[in-house]
């Protein structure tokens, strides 16, 4: 096996629904990101407080285990690292309103989609203030 990439980029994946967060972190196990799922907000936080420099993407369901919803979550992340990519994901309309920037998808959407989105923010990530692809140490 070959040394991680210091410069990997992660998606968080917030879910209570385990099949769906499963069908989720399978779609995105082909892509160029590493994926860290979570069943609660809280749980996603503490992910965010350790890792936030890395996740370059933060999808989840608006209904979730624990006392925070996913637009509550959302604002948290966007509190940590303005330029993560949010998506947050529902059957139906949102509670509140979305942090800026963030993307509101009806359930159900396009897994091609997830992928789609997660290789963009990967991309955009690795690349550095100049444009150019940053390098592993």
């Known amino acids: 096996m070959g040394q991680s990439n210091p410069f990997r980029a992660t998606a ?24 860290i799922e ?17 996740v370059v993407l933060l999808m989840t369901d608006v209904q979730l285990a624990g006392n925070m919803n996913g637009v509550e979550l959302a604002h948290i992340a966007h ?3 303005p330029d993560i990519g949010l998506i947050v994901t529902s059957g139906r309309p949102l ?3 979305l942090p800026d920037g963030a993307q ?3 359930k159900p959407w396009a897994p091609l989609d997830v992928i789609r989105e997660a290789e963009r923010m990967a991309y955009d990530w690795s690349l550095d203030e100049h444009g150019r692809r940053r390098l592993p140490c």
């Open 79 to 81: 509190k940590y690292n």
């Open 104 to 106: 509101f998808w009806a």
């Open 95 to 97: 509670p509140q309103q």
């Open 38 to 54: 979570c069943e609660s907000a809280e749980a996603a936080e503490l992910v965010l407080e350790n890792a936030g420099d890395h």
């Open 12 to 35: 968080l994946i917030v879910e209570d629904d385990p099949m769906q967060r499963e069908m989720i972190c399978l779609l995105l196990e082909e892509s160029d990101v590493d994926v």
